[in-house]
Nanobody, 122 residues
Framework: HVQLVESGGGSVQAGGSLRLSCSPS????????MGWFRQAPGKEREGVAV???????RYSVSVKGRFTVSKDYAKNTLYLQMNSLNPEDTAMYFC?????????????????WGQGTQVTVS
């Protein structure tokens, strides 16, 4: 049974930083691609960043240059470092995991999902 548990969300002022963590159980970070998605109230879930099994990364246009996705194999943890946050980044952030080698910023590529962690930027 795979579970993904996110942490690190919170409230921050514009221009600040947060680091989100995703700790899977029943799944290892070298199994497949992993990623972060977000959903703001009244909006569709959107892909933010993904990292393939070979550690290749891709980002949405809105966060590229500000966010960094990474994996720590020793800790079996996925991270999302978020810098220069602005109010448009306010959303529930979800960790996602796949059994595929390569993933795009599409929710359909991912099989497992966490419950989400709230990020609020004011």
């Amino acid at each position: 049974h795979v579970q993904l548990v996110e942490s690190g969300g919170g409230s921050v002022q514009a221009g600040g930083s947060l680091r989100l963590s995703c700790s899977p159980s029943g799944y290892t970070t070298n199994t497949g691609c992993m990623g972060w998605f977000r959903q703001a109230p009244g909006k569709e879930r959107e892909g933010v960043a993904v990292v393939d099994r070979d550690d290749s990364t891709r980002y949405s246009v809105s966060v590229k240059g500000r966010f960094t996705v990474s994996k720590d194999y020793a800790k079996n943890t996925l991270y999302l470092q978020m810098n220069s946050l602005n109010p448009e980044d306010t959303a529930m952030y979800f960790c996602a995991a796949s059994t595929l080698f390569f993933c795009e910023l599409s929710a359909t590529r991912f099989l497992y999902w966490g419950q989400g962690t709230q990020v609020t930027v004011s």
